[in-house]
């Protein structure tokens, strides 16, 4: 009884944090007032997933950088940095660690994407078919084409459109000025769903 009354507490967290403004929640997305992207905000202790059938964007950089949990833990992440994005097909996944349940959330489907401005993903993990127009790769991370910008010296690339087919990405954070999530469906799992 204890034991399904702390999962019931667990699952009711994972919701109201899922509940989208733009899409909120350190496991998944943040609104940043007036496009300022390069914003520092706790991560919760669990990674998530996200997956899409196809991602365009424009205005994409990605450089090292680190993210923090609130007990001070701080973990290396790729951050990737896109002005404009359309996902097809979006999917989001998180577990809670040690608790059979989870959230799912899916949007974009019927060939109306989801569209997101000043997005910003510090992940662990990216897979899928990607093509880059005018990429520059080895740039100074504190000069690459974008708003948002990595430390002096340390290595980048960036390129002023992406495409990704059949992304699949490990994610600790992802914010983004606007998120607009068409055909929004939000819901909690047994824990074993997830988008891959």
Same mark, same amino acid.
């Given at each position: 009884?204890? +034991? ?16 989208? !403004?733009?899409?909120?929640?350190? +496991?998944?997305? *943040? ?10 905000? *706790?991560?919760? %202790?669990?990674?998530?997933? !996200? ?5 365009? %964007? ?6 090292? %950088? ?20 359309? +996902? ?6 998180? !577990? !809670?660690?040690?608790?059979?349940? %989870?959230?799912?959330? *899916? ?10 401005? &000043? ?46 087919? &059949? /992304? ?11 998120? &607009? /999530?068409?055909?929004?469906? /939000?819901? /909690? ?8």
């Amino acid at each position: 009884m204890k +034991l399904r009354s702390l999962a019931a507490k667990r699952a009711g967290r994972v919701a109201l944090a899922a509940i989208p !403004v733009g899409i909120a929640a350190s +496991l998944l997305m *943040t609104g940043v007032a007036n496009g300022a992207v390069p914003v520092a905000f *706790t991560v919760s %202790g669990s990674t998530f997933q !996200v997956a899409a059938s196809q991602l365009e %964007g424009t205005g994409f950089s990605q450089y090292a %950088g680190t993210v923090t949990a609130k007990d001070g833990t701080t973990h290396p992440a790729s951050i990737a940095n896109i002005a404009t994005a359309k +996902l097809y097909d979006l999917c989001q996944s998180v !577990v !809670v660690p040690g608790m059979p349940v %989870g959230l799912k959330i *899916t949007a974009g489907g019927g060939g109306t994407p989801a569209t997101a401005t &000043n997005m910003q993903i510090g992940m662990t993990d990216l897979q899928g078919d990607a093509t880059f127009n005018n990429i520059r790769i080895g740039v100074d991370a504190s000069t690459v084409n974008t708003d948002a910008k990595g430390s002096a010296g340390d290595f980048a690339q960036d390129a002023d459109s992406v495409e990704i087919k &059949n /992304l699949k990405q490990t994610a600790w954070s992802t914010q983004a000025s606007v998120f &607009n /999530l068409a055909g929004l469906h /939000l819901q /909690l799992t047994d824990g074993k769903t997830t988008c891959f």
